[in-house]
């Protein structure tokens, strides 16, 4: 029998009642927290819950938590992080983990959304001390991405795309590669990027190739989204980076490594997946190929006795 059967028999999601959510700030003590978006900041914010947890018994505790974060807090400016279509058929707890049955039609999120998506499940439910993991399944079978069970997740097996200890502006170096057309290699350049509680990094280590004479990209391409998760950048830009005019002396593979070795240069970032409005495509011009995880390049990396 499938091991999600196996758990506690299924319990309709309850309708939400009582006490609402709380809207709070940051940094704040992760304990009995829900994590909704915040499409002002395209980022996953934390309200307080407003009942008290040890009234529900944790199956109840656990559907009303994904009760809320399907239907946000009213009057909040925060939007339910998971989308309203999204069918959850069961929810089970087993001992301290949550056990989550979604519909077939979960695969069909695109790659930063269905993250988000989990991230806020996650360390939603993590964050009260009834549960300290949680499982996905997708039409009764394991959650699966590249042949790999993801199996069960625990708050550390999620990143949220806010620095949680950041109290204001922070001044941090980085490593930023920009392409020399003369030479057709890479340019390590230091630089001291500013960094704001409400921004990602990686936002703004793009915001470093705008810049100055060796910008990489123009300001009309816009960065739709940025997500890392499990060491995995996926970075979203709109369809203009497909078309973008390359500089001359320079190439596909250098504009693309230019991002993926500065976005790498992260300590939490190993491999970045590139995006076109949310979908994987298979080219750049027609020139380079885009359907892969890219890992820093050395060869491209301009030394002098190179």
Sequence with gaps: MNRFYMIISFLAVMVISGCAPQETTLPIEDHNLIYL??????????????KNPE????????????????????????????????????????GNSVFINFNIDYYLMPPI???????AIVR???????????????????????????????????????DESLEGNEYQNATIYYPDPEIEKLVETDVVIDIAPDRKIEEIIIDQLRRGDDQVLPPYVEL???????????IDFSSEFLTMPIKEGLNERLVVYAIVNSLVELDHVSTVQILINGNVVSDFKGNFSMNRLFEKN???????NN
């Design 37 to 50: 978006f915040d499409a002002g900041n395209d980022q996953l914010k934390p309200v307080l819950y407003g």
């Design 55 to 94: 009234e529900l018994i944790p199956n109840e505790l656990a559907e009303d938590i994904v009760g809320y974060l399907k239907t946000g807090v009213k009057g909040s400016t925060y939007e339910p992080s998971v989308e309203s279509g999204l069918e959850v058929e069961q929810v089970n707890v087993l």
């Design 113 to 119: 959304k269905e993250l988000q998506t989990r991230t």
């Design 124 to 162: 939603s439910l993590t964050s009260f001390d009834t549960f300290k993991e949680v499982e996905f399944f997708v039409g009764s079978k394991p959650l699966i991405f590249d042949g790999i069970e993801i199996g069960r997740m625990s708050k550390h097996d999620v990143l949220l795309t806010f």
């Design 224 to 234: 739709l989204n940025v997500y890392t998760h499990n060491g995995i950048c996926f």
């Design 298 to 304: 050395y060869s491209l990396i301009y030394h002098e």
